[in-house]
């Protein structure tokens, strides 16, 4: 398998002296094409630590960050930000939508930032909303649609252009629980059809739709489940 995502002795310490904290400590990670791979840790582990690390919006203290073999340290500014414009798309807990934009509009920014001219962007935004169920609400605005609604367009922002890497950081948390479970089927469907995928998450049975499981503790990795991760965590009755 491709790894479209590697970590290497990642380290990433914030602050200093007496206010020192080590985010992360020598963390090695990696997630391949057509993967979905859980994160799950305690709260302050370092779980959105190493997402943000991994979409390129902070640098790490030590260690390297690869996205499709390129090194993010490597590149500056503009080429990373482009890098994250077509590689990587991120999926919050808040949705994170522009109020003022339609789903449209908020799935195609991204695209005609890269320069997309308005209507290819339109059309590609179009696609990306077919494929995660919400063609029809193209034009409503996020407070004219409900909060499953609303990430399903923050999905679609995440796939827009064939993202070949999806990061999510407990993007259920606001949404119920069937609602939950359609969010991780779109994200499993994402990775069945080539995607690596990253999700963080507190929840086992959300966990469950992943390849792999990943588990975060004070800034270090402490256990891995190989295949079959979640079987075992769970028992019967797990979503898959
Ligand atoms: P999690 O997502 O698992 O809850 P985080 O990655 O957000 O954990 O945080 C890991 C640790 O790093 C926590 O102790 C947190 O307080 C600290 N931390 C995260 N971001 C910053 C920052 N910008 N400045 C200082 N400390 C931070
Ligand atoms: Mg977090």
């Known amino acids: 398998m491709t790894a479209v995502l590697s970590l290497e002795g990642v380290s990433r310490v914030h602050g200093e002296g007496a206010t020192r904290v080590h985010a992360l400590r020598g963390v090695g990670f990696t997630a391949s094409a057509g993967e979905l791979v859980?994160?799950?840790?305690p709260s302050g582990s370092g779980k959105s630590t190493l997402l943000t690390l991994a979409g390129g919006l902070d640098a790490p203290?030590?260690?390297t960050v690869r996205v499709e073999g390129v090194d993010l340290a490597a590149l500056g500014p503009s080429e990373r930000a482009r890098l994250r414009r077509t590689s990587v798309g991120y999926v919050f807990q808040d949705f994170n939508l522009i109020p003022a934009l339609t789903a449209a509009e908020n799935v195609?920014?991204?695209?005609?930032?890269?320069?997309?001219r308005g209507s290819a962007a339109r059309r590609q935004a179009l696609t990306a909303l077919e494929e995660v169920g919400i063609?029809?609400?193209a034009d409503r605005f996020p407070d004219e649609m409900s909060g499953g609604q609303q990430q399903r367009v923050a999905i679609a922002r995440a796939i827009v252009g064939e993202r070949r890497l999806i990061l999510s950081d407990e993007p259920t948390g606001a949404l119920d629980t069937d609602?939950?479970?359609e969010i991780l089927r779109l994200l499993?469907?994402?990775?069945?059809?080539?995607?690596?995928?990253?999700?963080?998450?507190?929840?086992?049975?959300?966990?469950?739709?992943?390849?792999?499981?990943v588990f975060l503790r004070d800034g270090v990795v402490v256990d891995e489940t190989g295949a079959d991760p979640v079987d075992s965590l769970l028992g019967e009755g797990s979503a898959r």
Not at 38 to 41: L, Q
């Open 38 to 41: 859980a994160v799950m840790g």
């Open 61 to 63: 203290t030590s260690g």
């Open 108 to 116: 195609a920014l991204p695209r005609e930032l890269d320069g997309v």
């Open 135 to 137: 063609a029809e609400l």
């Open 179 to 181: 609602t939950g479970e």
């Open 188 to 213: 499993r469907a994402r990775c069945d059809a080539g995607a690596a995928g990253v999700l963080v998450t507190h929840e086992a049975r959300h966990a469950a739709w992943a390849d792999r499981v």
